[in-house]
């Protein structure tokens, strides 16, 4: 890698799109021009940004800059995720096999159901008085 060269991957998650640049550097997070504990709170959220970095072991190698968009903190979480996880194998793809297993590169496709009339959610019913 080149110095100076930032490698650009797209990643999504529910209504979540994050765009994701990673450039050679110390490990440090940028998420929308907040620092990764300064824009998720929940420990599990950050831990979830960092997955792919540590499968690969190259925790502290690349600096990540992050547009993230739609959708809440879970979503955004899981979209910055498979962001990092598409850039890092533009980068090396000796790492597919790895980020397969985990199951990272494919994009969850699970969306909310949208409500339907005469219901009261996706699926529920409202409820039933016989009298």
Avoid: C
Avoid at 18 to 24: D, E, M, P
Avoid at 51 to 66: A, M, R, S
């Amino acid at each position: 890698m080149m110095a100076e060269e930032r490698i650009y991957a797209t990643g999504k998650r529910k209504s979540s799109i994050a765009r994701v640049w990673l450039k050679a550097g110390v490990g440090e997070f940028n998420i929308n021009k907040r620092s990764l504990d300064n824009y998720f709170q929940r420990e599990t959220l950050k831990m979830i940004t960092r997955q792919p970095f540590e499968l690969t072991d190259t925790l502290g190698k690349y600096d990540v800059f992050v547009n993230v968009q739609g959708g809440g903190t879970s979503g955004q979480a899981g979209a910055i995720r498979h962001g990092i996880t598409k850039a890092l194998l533009e980068i090396n793809s000796d790492f597919r096999p790895i980020l397969k297993k985990a199951g990272f590169i494919t994009r969850d496709s699970r969306v909310k159901e949208r409500k339907k009339y005469g219901r009261k959610g996706a699926r529920a019913r409202f409820q039933f008085s016989k009298r």
